[in-house]
């Protein structure tokens, strides 16, 4: 190995070139027969930079990924580019500061794919300076035409087997983005707001009754007041009518057992549409219509005066005006949850439009049973998928109102409306530009037809991964589905952050299970979000993120590596910089130890086991204890455990321990076991360790060892030695207190001890212990020295002597302080007073009476002399 210092920055470049330039990490192919460990790796929005949850989600499957190619597996582990929908049409606007209405479809799209393209070569670098083992000669784009190809199969599959509808209804909708959108892609945001008290009049005349509202912007929307038929106060309203203030229209006061009689007036206002039970109550009471909001979030005609201005501005607007006129009664500031588009942060609306959808409400049950099949990391998770499915109120909405996305392969007659779906030879299609496949209606003959001018969901093509990579296609002569590469099928894991189990894993399995009626993968690890030092979440509005970029070029990427590694899969946990450290000192502690066990031993040297020593032995039996544990944690996906296991035994036990005995041994003459076993256990570190910190590995590996990559190499097998671990470790431990010995009396680590007696079990382990401790005579002793037990201590219990003498409390200490007590009968006679046992605690400690100085550690004794 070189001289100096390990130079982690050319290293690190230098390995990361090579394992692309050889495509190191390249999928064998059906033609390899090893057995296949395939990724469903999730393919990062190109949408910016990375971030941190990058880095750790990347950096956990790729644990996984070499761990499972030393097993013997041929890993399959591409790397996607997700840059389809509403996230790229927006960093394009941003980038180019443009609108996408101000452009053709066409224009817009290329302006997409181009901007695209700057950031995925980004993305496509910042990876690989990650060191994560992609496969990158298999990469995919979701915009590219053999993704958008399955995704037009997908639609045309589903619609086949009658699992897809278009239908005119509310669905939820995004007025910022102009768009559809699915339950899946809204979250709560916790926002201030006022609940306002309006009076409406009865339309009699006689009376009126109180609403609490926070839109009060959806008055012009309104079209039925309801009560509880059991609310003594207002039930019977039921069946009067109210004029709607300002806006002067009378609405039906309708009695139904779904108001909340502990809300507000418990008298509810129901408008088209303000939330999911107004569009309830729409349905079931066969409600008028009233559109007020339009899709860009702007007031109609319906609001009248107010037609034109933006929702937001007419909130406002319309309490003021309310106050003036008298109807506003009450206005209590408060804070509640609101339903957001999660892209944007902007309040949803409800609109009735004309959309595409998935059926999936009716077999809710199936997706369970998909969920009962996957083995999930940590098991918690299920729960959250299992909430998800049970909580579903909607059909998946694919459609989406964009211009840069997947086109639906749909025409319709102008005529009758009949749908006309491409036919799978011709996929891809663009229908806004190529021709349908009949030249004349198939129901009424009609020679024109209307494009679909609408695009899947970005969640309709990603939830498809695992059949993009499969090769999933349609056979146009057998007539079937097939997948060129059927033995990635089901995958064995899905990696991704737990906060996408409803997006992107739900979804999957329902594609996946509707298409081919089996699981997508057979095992799910979601892994946690990182947040800052203080556990908050960052963000960039907090001013708390931390960008890799940076990290980087502070601390080498297995440093990072050692960090990722150090959270339980799953939970959330904060960026400590001192992990980042931890992780470089050990880097550093491989480097020189793997100097200096180079410079001790032979590669070349093969010992029989007889030609072992007992310490030896210990040490092989003891790593294959390690080994075992170690590999079970990988396949558990416990990195954690497994990486401090492998830290703790490597730093201490083989550097602190082993090594150090084997260079006094080896000052002293030829032991040919010892190199053997010095050579044998650090390969055995090294390929554990590579996984998770796989370039210092890597580097020293190929100085060391002749052969392949690490990371192509065999997993360490049990060597099966046996031996006796107690009495090993007994024997380090006694090695570790005589040199806490030396160090406390300032002894130089190679100073002469003339005579040492140890009480402990270390038969076989002697000549380390002599040679490593520079020892003249060793000799063993069963049971323990003779010592006798002096009182060391007088503890006055306060809380009762206090209370109980007062003052003379001064006068007990100093006497005690001076050795002028006696205890007699269980009694401390001290300063003219008898203490009770329950007032005082005597401390005692073991003295040595014989000859020399004992000294005690973890449980070993060993008398100097």
């Known amino acids: 190995m070189p001289e100096g210092d390990y130079d982690a920055e050319k290293v690190e470049a230098k390995w990361q070139r090579k394992w692309v330039k050889e495509e190191t990490f390249k999928y064998p192919g059906a033609e390899d027969e090893r057995e296949v460990f395939s990724i469903d790796t999730p393919p990062p929005t190109v949408s910016g930079s990375l971030h941190m949850g990058h880095l750790y989600g990347q950096t956990l499957q790729d644990f996984q990924a070499r761990f499972q190619r030393m ?32 452009f053709t479809r066409r224009e817009f799209q290329e302006k997409c794919r181009e901007v695209c393209k700057e950031y995925e070569n980004q993305f496509t670098e910042n990876m690989q300076s990650l060191g994560v083992s ?29 699992r897809e509808y278009r239908k005119k209804a509310p669905a939820i909708w995004c007025p910022d983005c102009e768009t559809a959108i699915s339950q899946v892609e809204t979250e709560d945001m916790e926002q201030q707001a006022h609940f306002n008290d309006i009076e409406f009049p009865m339309a009699s005349g006689n009376g009126s009754i109180v609403i609490s509202t926070t839109r009060p912007e959806l008055l012009p929307a309104c079209v039925a007041i309801m009560v509880h038929p059991d609310d003594e106060s207002n039930a019977h309203l039921a069946g009067e009518k109210v004029k709607v203030p300002i806006f002067d229209y009378e609405v039906p006061i309708i009695e ?155 025409w319709y007659c102008k005529d009758c409306g009949q749908e006309v779906l491409a036919r799978k030879v011709d996929l891809p299609v663009d229908p806004l530009e190529d021709e349908p496949p009949f030249e004349e209606c198939p129901d009424c003959g009609c020679e024109e037809f209307e494009a679909e001018e609408d695009v899947f969901d970005t969640w309709a093509t ?97 440093a990072a590596r050692y960090w990722a590694a150090g959270s339980k ?9 001192k992990e980042l450290v931890s992780g470089e000192k050990l880097m550093r502690k491989i480097w020189n130890a793997s100097k200096l066990v180079e410079q001790l031993s032979d590669e070349d040297i093969e010992v029989e086991e007889s030609n072992l020593s007992e310490m030896d032995k210990f040490m092989l039996a003891k790593t294959d204890e390690l080994l075992e544990e170690v590999t079970d944690h990988f396949e558990s996906y416990e990195f954690a455990k497994a990486r401090d296991k492998i830290r703790s035994s490597f730093w201490d036990t083989f550097c602190g321990d082993y090594l150090e005995v084997s260079k006094q041994k080896l000052d002293t003459g030829d032991y040919r076991g010892t190199q053997h076993t010095l050579r044998r256990v650090h390969e055995r570190y090294l390929k554990m360790f590579a996984p ?14 002749d052969g392949e990559s690490i990371h192509l190499s ?69 049971g323990r020295p003779e010592v006798e037990s002096q009182i060391s201590e007088i503890k006055l219990d306060y809380s009762k002597v206090g209370p109980k003498y007062g003052d003379k409390v001064g006068e007990l200490e100093a006497a005690l302080s001076n050795n002028e007590w006696m205890i007699e009968d269980g009694h401390l006679e001290v300063a003219d007073e008898k203490l009770k046992p329950e007032e005082f605690d005597v401390i005692e400690e073991k003295q040595f009476t014989g000859e020399g100085e004992m000294i005690e550690h973890e449980g070993i004794t060993a008398v100097i002399k």
């Not at 915009?143 to 997908?154: D, N, Y």
């Not at 899969?569 to 904060?574: A, C, H, Q, S």
């Open 714 to 782: 065999r997993w360490p097998e049990k060597t099966g030695i046996k031996a006796d671990v107690q009495k090993g470790e007994n024997a380090f431990k006694a090695i570790a207190a005589l040199r806490k010995y030396k160090t406390s009396n300032q002894m130089s680590p190679t100073a002469e001890l003339e005579k040492v007696e140890l009480y402990a079990d270390v038969e076989g382990f002697e000549e380390e212990i002599k040679g490593t401790m520079h020892i003249e005579e060793l000799e063993m002793k069963d």
């Open 692 to 705: 998770i910190i796989s370039h210092v590995t890597e580097e020293v590996y190929s100085e060391m060892y």
């Open 134 to 162: 992609h496969d990158w000669t298999n990469t995919y784009k979701t915009i590219e035409p053999r993704v958008q190809k399955i995704s037009q199969l997908s639609f045309i599959d589903l619609y086949d087997k009658g």
């Open 462 to 558: 990603s939830s498809l991964t695992p059949l993009v990579n499969a090769g999933w296609d349609w056979n146009d002569e057998t007539e079937e589905y097939e997948m060129s590469r059927p033995e990635l099928y089901s995958f064995d894991v899905r990696p991704e952050g737990h906060d996408i189990i409803s997006f992107w894993l739900f979804h999957t399995v329902v594609k996946c299970y509707e298409h081919t009626g089996e699981v997508p993968f057979d095992s799910v690890m979601n892994h946690g979000h990182v947040l800052d030092e203080n556990r908050e979440k960052m963000s960039k509005s907090r001013g708390n993120v931390v960008a890799p970029k940076e990290v980087l070029e502070e601390f080498p990427v297995d």
């Open 71 to 102: 097993r013997g597996k041929k890993v399959f582990q591409p790397f996607g580019y997700d840059d389809n929908g509403i996230a790229s049409e927006r960093l394009t606007e941003k980038e180019l500061g443009i609108r996408h209405q101000d």
């Open 256 to 410: 139904d057992e779904d108001v909340d009689i502990e809300t507000g007036t418990g008298v509810v206002m129901v408008c088209t549409f303000g939330d999911q039970k107004d569009i309830e109550w729409y349905q079931a009471h066969d409600l008028p219509l009233r559109t007020a909001i339009d899709e860009s979030g702007t007031m109609t005609e319906l609001a009248g005066k107010y037609e034109g201005i933006d929702s937001s501005v007419m909130k406002k607007k319309i309490v003021e005006d309310l106050d003036e006129e008298g109807y506003l009664l009450d206005r209590e500031r408060i804070t509640h949850d609101v339903q957001v588009h999660e892209r944007c942060d902007t309040g949803i609306e409800f609109m009735i439009t004309e959309q595409w959808y998935v059926e999936i409400l009716d077999n809710k049950e199936k997706y369970l049973d998909a969920g009962d099949q996957m083995e999930w990391f940590p098991e918690k998770m299920k729960t959250r998928y299992t909430n998800w499915i049970e909580g579903l109120k909607w059909d998946w909405c694919i459609s989406r109102q964009r211009d840069s996305g997947i086109p639906f392969p749909v």
């Open 569 to 577: 899969v799953g939970d959330d946990f904060p960026f400590k910089e």
